[in-house]
């Protein structure tokens, strides 16, 4: 299974020249573990993610971003109603986060 995330690390990994094994080794995980997060076959942990993002010189937030979508991806792909259930997360992000900013705005205050 691809993922974007993996495929984006990928990219990344190549344009450095960097082999996998020396990533594999550097994130302390076996060099075909560190395949099958490439493939997308296996997620990789948040903190390596920050780790990659650092070694590859590349934008954490958009990794964690890509990371983050293949995590919901996998959740909901094969549901009937992906793309609604999507709506109503995003819905309730915008909520959460318009309620957020009048918390914090109210507690400078």
């Known amino acids: 299974m691809s993922s974007i995330f993996g495929s ?15 990533l594999a080794s550097i994130l302390e995980i076996d060099t075909a573990t560190y395949c099958k997060i490439e493939k997308g076959d296996r997620q990789a942990k948040r903190g390596q993610v920050i780790v990659l993002a650092n070694l590859l010189q590349a934008d954490a937030k958009e990794l964690l971003r890509l990371w983050s979508a293949d995590k919901v991806y996998n959740i909901i792909a094969e549901e009937d109603e992906a793309a609604q259930i999507l709506s109503v997360v995003a819905e309730n992000i915008a909520i959460y986060q318009h309620s957020k900013t009048k918390h914090e705005t109210i507690s400078k205050i």
Do not use: A, G, S, Y
């Open 8 to 22: 984006k690390l990928r990219m990344l990994r190549e344009q450095k020249h960097i082999p996998q094994r020396q």
